[in-house]
């Protein structure tokens, strides 16, 4: 069973910056798309930014500007680079990958939590 592996989360002041990465558990598993998504205490599941192929990119309006999502085709790793963080993105941040553009996002990370303090 394939399942995503997110990494980089922690504790970090509000300005400062994160980077999470995310691989799938089998190495040799391949995707179009890596996205992610966040999901804070008693609130929805939140998209945040997805990538497919190595130009198609979408952001989500709390991440534009603020966000950049990238991959290594090489490593098979997706990243979020997370700068001028605030308090409003602690959260839970969970990977999810995709074999075609058009399909659901069937493959899933446990998630890693950032906390961002104010």
């Known amino acids: 069973q394939v399942h995503m592996v997110e990494s980089g989360g922690g504790l970090v002041q509000a300005g400062g910056s994160l980077r999470l990465s995310c691989a799938p558990s089998?190495?040799?598993?391949?995707?179009?798309?890596m996205g992610w998504f966040r999901q804070a205490p008693g609130k929805e599941r939140e998209f945040v930014a997805r990538i497919s192929g190595s130009t198609g990119i979408i952001y989500g309006d709390s991440a534009k500007g603020r966000f950049t999502i990238s991959r290594d085709s090489a490593k098979n790793t997706a990243y979020l680079q997370m700068n001028s963080l605030n308090a409003e993105d602690t959260a839970v941040y969970y990977c999810a990958a995709k074999k075609s553009l058009y399909a659901a996002w069937d493959y899933w990370g446990q998630g890693t939590q950032v906390t961002v303090s104010s």
């Open positions: 089998e190495r040799t598993f391949s995707t179009i798309s």
